[in-house]
């Protein structure tokens, strides 16, 4: 028998002492928060590959870095650029980010009837209506809140961020946890 502070426990009977299985407990979620931080920094790794491809093969394109959030701009729009509080109007397709390019096999929502005809996807937003949304960080994902904050009417863009940004940790519907995201936009309206 052994005492360490104050309490009393038999290393051959099996018995863990108390402190012993909280310095247990505290290394597994050190190593899964190393872990779970390492696949977010492999993700942002894949993201900027993937950015860094679409720039080379297409001059036309830019990036703005905002927060975690990357948005690829593949045709820019004009007027008001969308601030914190503004109203956005738009059409889009959501995809699980793999790495290399937007796959239909990625594909979990959609309102652009045109993007889910080419997926022969049935699952999407009923009817095809341009989705609204206030530039509100309680209404939008991260990711989103910050990749969409600054585009403009008429804006064509790839908003991409890591698992870190979007659903963390929660498994929603088709999208596994921990995923990294990428939404295509086509900006209709921005609204004061």
């Given at each position: 028998?052994?005492?360490?502070?104050?309490k009393?426990?038999?290393?051959?009977?099996?018995?863990?002492?108390?402190?012993?299985?909280?310095?247990?407990i505290?290394?597994?979620?050190?190593?899964?928060?190393?872990?779970?931080?390492?696949?977010?920094?492999?993700?942002?790794d894949?993201?900027?590959?993937?950015?860094?491809s679409?720039?080379?093969?297409?001059?036309?394109?830019?990036v703005?870095?905002?927060?975690?959030?990357?948005?690829?701009?593949i045709?820019?729009?004009?007027?008001?650029?969308?601030?914190?509080?503004?109203?956005?109007t738009?059409?889009?397709?959501?995809?699980v980010?793999?790495?290399?390019?937007?796959?239909?096999?990625?594909?979990?929502?959609?309102?652009?009837?045109?993007?889910?005809?080419?997926?022969?996807?049935n699952?999407?937003?009923?009817?095809?209506?341009?989705?609204?949304?206030?530039?509100?960080?309680d209404?939008?994902?991260e990711?989103?809140?910050?990749?969409?904050?600054g585009?403009?009417?008429?804006?064509?863009?790839?908003?991409?961020?890591?698992?870190?940004?979007?659903?963390?940790?929660?498994?929603v519907?088709?999208i596994?946890?921990?995923?990294?995201?990428?939404?295509?936009?086509?900006?209709?309206?921005?609204?004061?």
């Open positions: 028998m052994h005492r360490i502070f104050n009393t426990f038999s290393l051959t009977h099996g018995r863990i002492p108390a402190f012993l299985a909280a310095a247990a505290i290394v597994a979620a050190g190593c899964t928060k190393q872990s779970l931080e390492t696949t977010y920094s492999r993700q942002e894949r993201i900027d590959s993937y950015i860094t679409q720039l080379e093969n297409n001059s036309s394109y830019s703005v870095h905002n927060h975690g959030s990357n948005r690829l701009i045709s820019g729009g004009s007027g008001n650029a969308l601030e914190a509080g503004g109203t956005l738009f059409l889009y397709a959501g995809y980010f793999s790495g290399s390019s937007l796959s239909a096999s990625g594909l979990f929502a959609t309102n652009n009837r045109t993007i889910a005809e080419e997926a022969g996807w699952l999407t937003d009923a009817d095809f209506s341009d989705k609204e949304v206030k530039l509100d960080e209404e939008l994902l990711g989103l809140y910050y990749g969409l904050e585009v403009r009417a008429g804006e064509e863009c790839i908003v991409i961020f890591s698992g870190k940004y979007g659903y963390g940790n929660r498994h519907g088709t596994p946890a921990n995923s990294a995201l990428a939404y295509h936009i086509w900006v209709k309206n921005v609204s004061e």
